[in-house]
């Protein structure tokens, strides 16, 4: 058989890699890399420590009546957002509590519940939905809750008030949640 002569064009490399530059070799890459990394670590760390999942409580009262609400600071999508909020009186409530709440607030949450069912609700042209509750006969305290899951859409913050209106008292409560990624 006779030998056939080797081209050495037609020679494969020894390796695929042969023209990749070497990652390790310049200090800016190693920089980069271990950039990269710290932020990466820094996100499980938050996550562990419990950050995206902060609650806040706010007070406010006028003359007898008092409320409470317990509202999520921090929220991720997807996560069970649940804002409640205590209504107390030393006198008996009236007839009918009306809860007003910005719809921008609202809306940051899909899948909503207001537990009890609110007797009605209105969208005012204010950008503000009002919920009415009847209260049982005799009753100096109530819980309301609004409840579901924080949406999809991307907002850095998401701020709202919550009124609550009793009589002729109006209890007006900030509520400020974050959302992170």
Do not use: C
């Not at 899909?110 to 969208?123: H, R, V, W």
Request: overall charge negative; proline content about 6%.
């Amino acid at each position: 058989m006779a030998q056939q002569a080797k081209d050495p064009d037609l020679e494969p490399p020894e390796s695929l890699f042969d023209d990749v530059a070497y990652a390790g070799s310049g200090p800016l890459r190693r920089l980069a890399r271990n950039g990269v990394l710290l932020v990466f670590a820094v996100f499980i760390l938050v996550g562990l420590v419990g950050v995206y999942d902060l609650n806040g409580t706010a007070r406010a009262e006028s003359g007898p009546v008092s409320v409470d609400v317990d509202y999520p600071k921090t929220t991720r999508a997807a996560q069970d957002v649940r804002v409640i909020a205590r209504i107390e009186s030393a006198n008996e409530l009236p007839e009918t509590v009306y809860l007003d709440i910005d719809q921008d607030y609202v809306g940051m949450i899909e899948d909503i519940l207001f537990i009890p069912e609110a007797e009605s609700q209105t969208a005012h042209a204010n950008g503000r939905m009002r919920l009415e509750y009847q209260v049982p006969d005799g009753s100096r305290g109530m819980r309301l809750v609004i409840e579901g899951r924080a949406g999809d859409q991307w907002e850095l913050r998401t701020s709202g008030t919550l009124d609550v209106v009793v009589g002729d008292d109006r209890l007006e409560v900030p509520l400020d949640t974050w959302r992170f990624p």
